[in-house]
């Protein structure tokens, strides 16, 4: 079969395309940068250069695929964010009509059940009513991830400096964490053999207080005195603002950590549960994080 994914070689793509590739279909990348183009050549797929904003670059990249995978990166600039998702679903639908394409997964995120008072995970919600609405008849795959692992990484520096994880969510609430390695396979099987008309279902690796991860990091990095510490939705604003995130973004990211902490936030998630993939915290804090760490 042939596949088109958005992604590049990121976390998520490079792993699915991997899968893909292995079972011998036909798969084409895009990314936005054309010195990826030799990488995605040599891992065997098809390079597509041109930007996921590009509705007519997008239908040519889509051409003849039985299958598309559709993801958006991270906020840029200082945009109305739910307005930005939904132009981009408008784009991917509109690549999707022109290419005739009737199958479509999307990459969503947990938390595409709930409306603004959810903040930044609101966005996930525009897009999957977008693509529902504008896509009849397609076969829509949301795939709703928990927290990547990686996240944590935005915790180094403090890590570094003073042992700790600054954090407004709370400490001891569990929270649902993901690899990307265990988002591809799904991803993978949503693509070519798909649930037939609009389904949903949320991947999740791990579940972990706060307090639980900053017990896991501290034993892979050897910092015994590694803590989670919690800071008000002002301070963790300001850490973020300081770290050079958008502030339109910062103040949607601390109304999502705030609504997690003081609200049922899992529900759903917890009324579809899903299995949970293989690969845990654990492993990620004594690989990836602790080589970022004596890096
Ligand atoms: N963080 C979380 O906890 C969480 C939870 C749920 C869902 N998600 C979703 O997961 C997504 C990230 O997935 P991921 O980790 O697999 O991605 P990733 O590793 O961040 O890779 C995305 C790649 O897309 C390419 N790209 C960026 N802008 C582009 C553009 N305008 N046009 C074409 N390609 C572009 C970039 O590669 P090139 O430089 O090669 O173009 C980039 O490396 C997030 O954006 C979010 O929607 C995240």
């Known amino acids: 079969m042939k596949f088109t994914l958005t992604g ?3 976390h998520i793509s490079r792993p699915l395309a991997q899968q893909l590739l292995a079972a011998g279909h036909d798969v084409t990348i895009i990314s936005h940068s054309s010195d990826r183009a030799a990488e995605i050549t040599a891992l065997g797929a098809t390079p ?3 930007s996921i904003a590009d509705a007519h670059f997008l239908a040519q990249a889509f051409a003849r695929a039985d299958a598309v995978y559709l993801m958006i990166t991270a906020a840029q600039g200082d945009a109305d964010l739910f307005e930005a998702g939904r132009q981009q679903a408008i784009t991917y639908a509109t690549a999707v009509k022109a290419a005739g394409v009737k199958r479509v997964v999307n990459l969503s995120s947990v938390g595409a059940n709930l409306g603004p008072e959810v903040g930044a995970l609101h966005i996930y ?4 009513h977008q693509l529902t609405h504008d896509l ?3 076969s829509l795959t949301f795939l709703r991830p928990t927290a990547m692992f990686y996240n944590l990484f935005s915790s180094l520096p403090s890590i570094k400096r003073d042992h700790t994880i600054y954090t407004n969510s709370s ?3 569990k929270n649902s964490w993901v690899a990307p390695a265990d988002i591809a396979p799904i991803a993978a099987q949503a693509l070519v053999a798909p649930q037939p008309g609009i389904t949903s279902q949320y991947i999740a690796s791990d579940e972990q207080s706060y307090s639980d991860v900053a017990t896991i990091l501290a034993t892979a990095c050897h910092l015994p005195d590694l803590k989670a510490v919690q800071i008000s939705d002002e301070a963790m604003l300001q850490n973020l603002l300081a770290s050079g995130a958008p502030a339109t973004f910062a103040r949607q990211y601390i109304k999502m950590t705030a609504f997690e902490r003081d609200h ?3 529900a759903d998630y917890r009324a579809h549960h899903p299995l949970l993939g293989p690969t845990k915290l ?3 804090a004594t690989t990836d994080f602790a080589q970022a760490y004596t890096r």
Do not use: M
């Open 125 to 128: 919600n525009v897009i999957e």
């Open 171 to 173: 400490l001891t609430k």
């Open 264 to 266: 049922d936030f899992y």
């Open 282 to 284: 654990t492993d990620f």
């Open 136 to 138: 009849p008849g397609i």
């Open 48 to 50: 597509a250069i041109g």
């Open 8 to 10: 590049s070689l990121g």
